[in-house]
C-alpha cells in the first residue's frame, strides 16, 4: 500500500488518499473539483519510499454546442 497525499505550496494537506499496490503499479483518483487551478505537491510514498512532486491543477471550460 501507498499514501497519496495532495498540499498547498504552503505545505497544508488538502487530500489524502490509500492505493493498493499491484504489480508495482496503482491508479487512485483524487477529489479536487473543489480546489481552484494552480500548483500543487503530490506525496506518493510508504514506509521504504517517498517521492514527492510539483504538479499543476488546471480546469478546462467545456464550450456548449
Known amino acids: 500500500d ?3 497525499d495532495l ?3 504552503n505545505g ?3 487530500v ?3 492505493a493498493n499496490v499491484i504489480s508495482n503499479a496503482f491508479e487512485i483518483t483524487l477529489p479536487v473539483s473543489t480546489l481552484p487551478q494552480g500548483s500543487y ?3 506518493i510514498g510508504n514506509n521504504e519510499f517517498q ?3 510539483k504538479i499543476i ?3 478546462s ?3 456548449p454546442g
Open 2 to 4: 501507498v499514501l497519496v
Open 51 to 53: 517521492r514527492i512532486k
Open 61 to 63: 471550460k467545456l464550450n
Open 41 to 43: 505537491l503530490l506525496r
Open 57 to 59: 491543477l488546471q480546469k
Open 16 to 18: 489524502e488518499k490509500k
Open 12 to 14: 497544508k494537506l488538502l
Open 7 to 9: 498540499f498547498d505550496l
